[in-house]
């Protein structure tokens, strides 16, 4: 296997860059501080790309990555990816979701403290030699009983909540996804809006991912149902506020301050409106993870995952694809070349224009995670019609449905007469066309084309005749071949009674030309001839 080059363009930790150089199989290169040019330009010879949240990864770089199967984003949020993009590029792209939980929640948890006591302004004045004045000005605000809105109770708004709930706070979050039941296990009161979590909240504290939907979430409005002296906490996303409406709400008294992390555009400029409130506010520079354990538990994290997706395949904390961890790809590996050349059969031997692929699974697999089967008999039936690499396991669903081509995935419990048997098929205008396989011992075999049982291998060159069935067919097959220099592997032949005909599977030892596939076609009594390459 070629190296795989890797690409770090933003800072982690040296561990997690080691680990990546101490690889056989890999190549990497630390490159902070890129310019958008700059990036553009390398990009092109990289298969991965780690990033924390200073690189942006626009559709215009996926466009100029032809290498690039992953990105890995030592951190959380990934709104500096163009996560559409990515996919419709079939790249990966995988977080490192635990590693700076603790970190954020403490680094928040300060900012509420800090602005609630003035810490950085009195800081300010203690060396400004201001002490008297300091001590006069920054009487602060007890935090003590006092009613505390989660905007997004996932890992760190729930470690804030834990800690909010020590100090003395009762607990209200905002989560759609939250359910009752992890409510209760927080102990906090789960609101219906966030209007309810702010109405008559004294602070604050947001933990969303960045989207269209949260974009905003606290504007003029929702500050005004807050009380009178509300301070509101941001280490999540700079857009999550409308920093003006913020600013007006402080300036009329209604909100007391802020402690913010992020910025609606990092860096902010020195001129930033919130920066010259003179009490109230505490503001760091996006440092939320910027801690010696938060850095190795994601600079470790991301180079294990990375390592493992393109030396092995197996995929974790994806947020594009289903992830699959070793175990998982050790219980299902197997199948994924069947699938593959379950794909490829379909897309030579079924027919044009399908309206939707099925994949079914019989005995044993029907009870395991078979989503990733699922999606590489798709990629191995699109691979057929864009076998220039376009077509991945990332993209392979977003380019179906591109095509107006439904994907269907079904489990069967009932027997088969195999112990596990995965059933492709194209529908079209109400008629299907199927193919089958499953693993024998150890060894992945195609059992069935169109209704009709055949034993062959899944890799290889075959040639497949549809004919009469009747004497001397397949000894015509068999010579015309031979005459061509074309020596046969294995045989697998099946009769369809009913309709008169016979399906012979030949394996090749080597690809038959076109001109002996077009004069088998011609041949008295051959219906038709597909050659197909796996
Ligand atoms: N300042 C910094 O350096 C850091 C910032 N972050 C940011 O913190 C945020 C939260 O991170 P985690 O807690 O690890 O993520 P998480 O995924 O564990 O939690 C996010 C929560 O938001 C909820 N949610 C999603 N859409 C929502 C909506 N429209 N309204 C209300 N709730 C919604 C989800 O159900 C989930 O529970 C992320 O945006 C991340 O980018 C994370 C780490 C460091
Ligand atoms: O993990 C996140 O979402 C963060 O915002 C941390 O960002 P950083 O890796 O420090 O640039």
Redesign the pocket.
């Known amino acids: 296997m070629a190296k795989q080059r890797i690409l770090v363009s933003d800072p982690i930790s040296d561990i997690g860059v080691d680990l990546l150089r101490n690889h056989p199989e890999i190549e990497v290169d630390v490159n902070t501080g890129l310019s958008p040019e700059e990036l553009l330009k390398i990009i092109p010879s990289y298969h991965g790309l780690i990033i924390r949240?200073q690189t942006k990864v626009t559709a215009e770089v996926l466009a100029a990555a032809t290498e690039l199967k992953a990105v890995g984003r030592a951190?959380?949020?990934v709104?500096n990816v163009d996560r559409d993009a990515a996919t419709n590029h079939g790249v990966i792209v995988m977080n490192t979701?635990t590693g700076?939980?603790i970190?954020?929640a403490e680094?928040a948890f300060t900012l509420m403290l800090s602005a609630a006591r003035n810490i950085g302004p009195a800081h300010a004045g203690v060396l400004a030699g201001d002490f008297p004045a300091a001590r006069k000005a920054y009487k602060g605000i007890e935090i003590n009983n006092k009613r505390l809105a989660v905007?997004?109770?996932?890992?760190?708004?729930a470690e804030f909540a834990k800690r909010a709930q020590a100090f003395g706070m009762t607990v209200v979050a905002?989560?759609?996804?939250?359910t009752q039941a992890r409510a209760d296990q927080l102990k906090v009161e789960l609101a219906e809006s966030?209007d309810a979590a702010l109405t008559g909240a004294d602070v604050v504290t947001l933990?969303?991912?960045?989207?269209d939907?949260?974009k905003h979430?606290i504007n003029a409005d929702r500050l005004a149902l807050m009380n009178k002296g509300a301070l509101v906490v941001n280490?999540?996303?700079g857009g999550l506020i409308d920093e003006a409406a913020l600013k007006a709400a402080i300036e009329s008294g209604h909100i007391a301050g802020c402690g913010l992390?992020?910025y609606e555009d990092e860096p902010p400029s020195a001129d930033h409106p919130l920066f010259n409130l003179p009490k109230h506010v505490s503001f760091t520079p996006?440092?939320?993870?910027?801690t010696n354990e938060a850095q190795e538990n994601v600079g470790i994290q991301v180079a294990e995952q990375l390592r493992d997706f393109l030396t092995t395949g197996e995929i974790r904390n994806a947020i594009n694809m289903p992830s699959l961890d070793a175990a998982a790809l050790s219980e299902i590996g197997g199948y994924l070349d069947l699938a593959t050349s379950l794909g490829k059969f379909l897309a030579k031997l079924g027919p044009a224009n399908p309206d939707s692929i099925r994949v079914s699974y019989h005995g044993e697999l029907a009870e395991k995670d078979t989503s990733l089967i699922s999606r590489t008999v798709l990629t191995g039936y699109l691979e057929a019609a864009r076998p220039d690499g376009q077509v991945n396991i990332v993209n392979s669903p977003a380019v179906a449905r591109d095509m107006g081509l439904e994907t269907v995935e079904s489990t069967i419990t009932a027997q088969t007469e195999y112990a596990e048997l995965i059933v492709a098929e194209l529908r079209k205008d109400g008629k299907k066309f199927r193919v089958a396989g499953t693993i024998i011992g150890q060894s992945p075999r195609i059992v069935e084309i169109d209704h009709l049982f055949v034993d062959t291998n899944i890799k290889g060159n075959f040639l497949i005749v549809r004919n009469d069935d009747r004497p001397g067919i397949v000894g015509l097959v068999g010579s015309a071949l031979g005459s061509a220099g074309l020596n046969i592997a294995n045989l697998s032949l099946a009769r369809n009674k009913s309709e008169g005909n016979a399906l012979n599977v030949i394996e090749l030892d080597t690809s038959p030309s076109a001109e002996i596939v077009a004069s088998l076609s011609d041949a008295p009594g051959v219906l038709s001839v597909t050659a197909i390459e796996i």
């Not at 905007?151 to 708004?157: D, Q």
């Not at 905002?174 to 939250?178: A, H, I, S």
């Not at 933990?207 to 989207?211: C, E, G, L, N």
């Open positions: 949240s951190g959380v949020g709104d979701p700076n939980t970190s954020t680094l905007i997004g109770m996932g890992r760190i708004g905002y989560d759609p996804f939250l966030p933990h969303v991912p960045m989207t939907d949260t979430i280490c999540a996303r992390d992020v996006h440092l939320g993870a910027s």
